[in-house]
Structures are given as structure tokens and as C-alpha cells.
């Protein structure tokens, strides 16, 4: 479905950025990765699914870099016509406790990314008439925790941001919609998962099932593959006039 097509996915290297990678590349998309950590094992399985991979190691908070990643997408594959902003990072901590340099890397990374990378990625989607820009948002970009103000924060602007873009390019063949993930069971959260047993003094088993049920009334994890499958679907021409939406997979989180 998305044969010929390229895709750039932030933070893919890990977590639902690579199971987002995973399924465009499995209806055909090229790839271009990014994030930390562990590069080839990831660019690997991507491969394995028949397209061709590229890396471009961009930080999310430099704006510059990440202008570099779209122009390295368009130079080495011909074009950019779906962008996924996923890269995302978390801190917990009390408003009067959260270090005010974590505050700006969480809003850089989590929502000034998406309008750098949607801003050099436009003119070319513009010039085509077709494009996918989806904005992995959270359930915390509809709703709100306490202990999270700069995610949550970064998280409904992104929301907003979503519908800007969407708007603009309402004419278009360009579409722009967040997906709001409940928990992943990611590295992301796993470090909350950790905190939790080592607080509680409980095991890692007890710990998921506590922070499952504080939120999360299926006590389920969503997994990226089934946020892979959304994201194909906001791809396919079926989503061809679904603009602005933010499609909360979550377990019922936000129902409550
Ligand atoms: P993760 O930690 O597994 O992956 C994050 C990815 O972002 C990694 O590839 C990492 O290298 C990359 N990254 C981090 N900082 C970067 C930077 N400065 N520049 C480039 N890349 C950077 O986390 P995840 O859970 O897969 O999170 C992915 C996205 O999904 C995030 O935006 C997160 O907010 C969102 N999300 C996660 C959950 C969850 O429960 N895991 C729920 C809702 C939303």
C-alpha cells in the first residue's frame, strides 16, 4: 500500500517509534530512523521486511538537526511523504521540585520537534499534494497527570499543534492526526514501572499491575503493534478526510 512512498519516524530505534517503522515498512515504505541507542539491531529487522533503511542521528531538541533529517530523507530517497514525530522523553517530579532544564527538554523534544520537523517537511509534502503527518501524542494530551506537568503540557500542544496542521492543509492532500497512546509497555515506562517497585517496595509484576490499574481499565498494555496498525490505516486512502483527530488508544483511560 505505501510501495514508493518514504517515511521518516523519530525516536524509531526503540518502543513504539520502531513498531511504528515496523508496520509502514511492512505495506512498503522506505525508512528513515532516528534516535539513540542501539542502531543497527533496529535497522535490521526493518530491513528484513524488504525496503530500504537509512539513519539519520538528528537530536529532537536541535532544530538544525533536524532540518538536516528531512533534507537527508529527500536527497537519499527523492521525498518525504510521511512524517511520524514520536520521539519523546518523560519526567516525573512535582511542579516546584521539576528541574526547569528538564522542563525545556521535554517541551523540545516532545512538541517543539513536530512543528520543526512538520515545517522543513511540508514544502515537498505541498509540492506533491500527498502527505501523512502523525504526531504521537499520549492519552496525556486529552488528559492530564499530576507529577507530569511538562509532558502533559508538550502533550496537548501537540494535540493543538495537530489540528493547526490538519486545518492549513484541510484542502489539500496533506493530513496531519495525533495518536494518543494509554501505557506501552516501553523503555519509557518501564522506568516508571521500576520507580513504582523500588518506592512500594513491591515486585516488578506487582508494580505493573498497580500502575495499570490506577489508569488504565482494560489492564492492558497497548502495543506498538497495534499503534502501527492505526498509523497504516491514517496512511491508506480510506483516512483521506481524517484531519485533525486525536485517536486515543488507551484502554479506556480517557473514557473514565
Ligand atoms: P522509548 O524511550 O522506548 O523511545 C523513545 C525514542 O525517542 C527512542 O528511539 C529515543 O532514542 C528517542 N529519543 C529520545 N530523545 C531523543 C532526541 N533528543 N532526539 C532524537 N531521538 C530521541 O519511548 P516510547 O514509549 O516508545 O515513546 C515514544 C513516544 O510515544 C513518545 O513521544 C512518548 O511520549 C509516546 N507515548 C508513550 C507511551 C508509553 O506508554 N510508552 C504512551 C503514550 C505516548
Same mark, same amino acid.
Given at each position: 500500500?505505501?510501495?514508493?512512498?518514504? +517515511?521518516?519516524?523519530? =525516536?524509531?530505534?526503540?518502543?513504539?517509534?520502531?513498531?511504528?517503522? @515496523?508496520?509502514?515498512? !511492512?505495506? =512498503?515504505? #522506505?525508512?528513515?530512523?532516528?534516535?539513540?541507542?542501539? /542502531?543497527?539491531?533496529? @535497522?535490521?529487522?526493518?530491513?528484513?521486511?524488504?525496503?530500504? *533503511?537509512?539513519?539519520?542521528?538528528? $537530536?529532537?531538541?536541535?532544530?538544525?538537526? /533536524?532540518? +538536516?533529517?528531512? %533534507?537527508?530523507?529527500?536527497?537519499?530517497? =527523492?521525498?518525504?511523504?510521511?512524517?511520524?514525530?514520536? &520521539?519523546?522523553?518523560?519526567?516525573?517530579?512535582?511542579?516546584?521540585?521539576?528541574?526547569?532544564?528538564?522542563?525545556?527538554?521535554?517541551? &523540545?523534544?516532545?512538541?517543539?520537534?513536530?512543528?520543526?520537523?512538520? %515545517?522543513?517537511?511540508?514544502? =515537498?509534502?505541498?509540492? %506533491?499534494?500527498?502527505?501523512?503527518? /502523525?504526531?504521537?501524542?499520549?492519552?496525556?494530551?486529552?488528559?492530564?497527570? &499530576?507529577?507530569?506537568?511538562?509532558?502533559?503540557?508538550?502533550?496537548?500542544?501537540?494535540?493543538?499543534?495537530?489540528?493547526?496542521?490538519?486545518?492549513?492543509? !484541510?484542502?489539500?492532500?496533506?493530513?496531519?492526526?495525533?495518536?494518543?497512546?494509554?501505557? *506501552?509497555?516501553?523503555?519509557?515506562?518501564?522506568?516508571? *514501572? $521500576?520507580?513504582?517497585?523500588?518506592?512500594?517496595?513491591?515486585? #516488578?509484576?506487582?508494580?505493573?499491575?498497580?500502575?495499570?490499574?490506577?489508569?488504565?481499565?482494560?489492564?492492558?498494555?497497548?502495543?506498538?503493534?497495534?499503534?502501527?496498525?492505526?498509523?497504516?490505516?491514517?496512511?491508506?486512502? !480510506?483516512? #483521506?478526510?481524517? %484531519?485533525?483527530?486525536?485517536?486515543?488508544? $488507551?484502554?479506556?483511560? !480517557?473514557?473514565?
Amino acid at each position: 500500500m505505501l510501495k514508493g512512498k518514504t +517515511a521518516i519516524v523519530t =525516536g524509531s530505534t526503540s518502543g513504539i517509534g520502531l513498531g511504528l517503522a @515496523k508496520a509502514l515498512a !511492512a505495506q =512498503g515504505a #522506505n525508512i528513515v530512523m532516528n534516535g539513540f541507542g542501539d /542502531i543497527e539491531g533496529p @535497522k535490521t529487522e526493518i530491513a528484513a521486511l524488504g525496503v530500504q *533503511v537509512s539513519y539519520h542521528g538528528a $537530536d529532537m531538541s536541535k532544530p538544525d538537526e /533536524i532540518e +538536516a533529517m528531512v %533534507r537527508h530523507g529527500e536527497t537519499t530517497f =527523492g521525498a518525504v511523504d510521511i512524517l511520524v514525530n514520536n &520521539a519523546g522523553i518523560q519526567h516525573v517530579a512535582r511542579i516546584e521540585n521539576f528541574p526547569p532544564e528538564r522542563w525545556d527538554a521535554v517541551i &523540545a523534544i516532545n512538541l517543539s520537534s513536530a512543528f520543526h520537523a512538520s %515545517r522543513f517537511a511540508l514544502p =515537498g509534502m505541498l509540492a %506533491r499534494n500527498w502527505g501523512r503527518i /502523525i504526531n504521537v501524542a499520549s492519552v496525556h494530551g486529552l488528559v492530564a497527570s &499530576a507529577e507530569k506537568s511538562a509532558y502533559v503540557a508538550a502533550k496537548h500542544g501537540l494535540v493543538g499543534l495537530t489540528k493547526v496542521t490538519a486545518l492549513e492543509n !484541510a484542502t489539500t492532500g496533506i493530513t496531519c492526526n495525533a495518536i494518543c497512546p494509554g501505557w *506501552v509497555l516501553t523503555p519509557l515506562v518501564q522506568k516508571q *514501572v $521500576d520507580a513504582k517497585a523500588l518506592g512500594l517496595g513491591v515486585s #516488578n509484576a506487582e508494580a505493573t499491575k498497580l500502575l495499570l490499574g490506577e489508569k488504565e481499565p482494560s489492564l492492558q498494555f497497548t502495543t506498538p503493534e497495534e499503534l502501527g496498525a492505526l498509523a497504516v490505516f491514517l496512511c491508506s486512502s !480510506a483516512a #483521506n478526510n481524517v %484531519r485533525g483527530v486525536a485517536w486515543n488508544m $488507551d484502554g479506556g483511560w !480517557a473514557a473514565q
